[in-house]
């Protein structure tokens, strides 16, 4: 190659970083980070309508222990067969997974032993019950009624 087809093909990297290295802000950055808000030259009004009040993606409702608790007693229900598969409608059984299911509860009771409100103590030991009881019935160590 020529030195002029390797200039051609060379590329340009831009620091974007907020602080320059030694942790001090880099000088423009309130500008640069206005203009990455808005595109080129356009404002909402300029656009034809008014700011979207969606808020931005991963600013939702922020989840919370029982919550939190909840989804892995639902995720071990559909392991076990008890509920249909939110994706293929149908009932499956994964005991391996639902057995990791109910390790996962048992080492977060463990985990936060002492750290919890009444309430989420309570709703953790009875879906922990619970779903111990379920899987103990699927793999024919108890018979439930």
Do not use: C, W
Not at 2 to 28: A, C, I, W
Not at 52 to 57: A, K, L, V
Not at 122 to 132: D, I, N
């Amino acid at each position: 190659m020529s030195n002029e087809e390797q200039q051609d093909q060379s590329f340009k990297v831009t620091d974007k970083r907020l602080f320059s290295e030694d942790g001090q802000p880099r000088e423009n950055v309130a500008e640069r980070t206005q203009n990455q808000r808005e595109p080129a030259g356009a404002s909402a009004s300029q656009l034809g309508g008014t700011p979207s009040t969606e808020p931005p993606p991963g600013t939702g409702a922020r989840i919370d222990f029982p919550s939190y608790i909840l989804s892995y007693y639902t995720q071990s229900l559909v392991l076990l067969g008890e509920v249909p598969n939110p994706y293929t409608n149908k009932k499956e059984e994964d005991l391996e997974a639902a057995r990791h299911t109910v390790d996962i509860l048992g080492m977060l009771q463990e985990k936060t032993k002492g750290n919890l409100s009444s309430e989420e103590n309570q709703l953790l030991e009875s879906v922990l019950y619970e779903v111990r009881m379920k899987y103990m019935a699927k793999i024919n160590q108890i018979k439930l009624p």
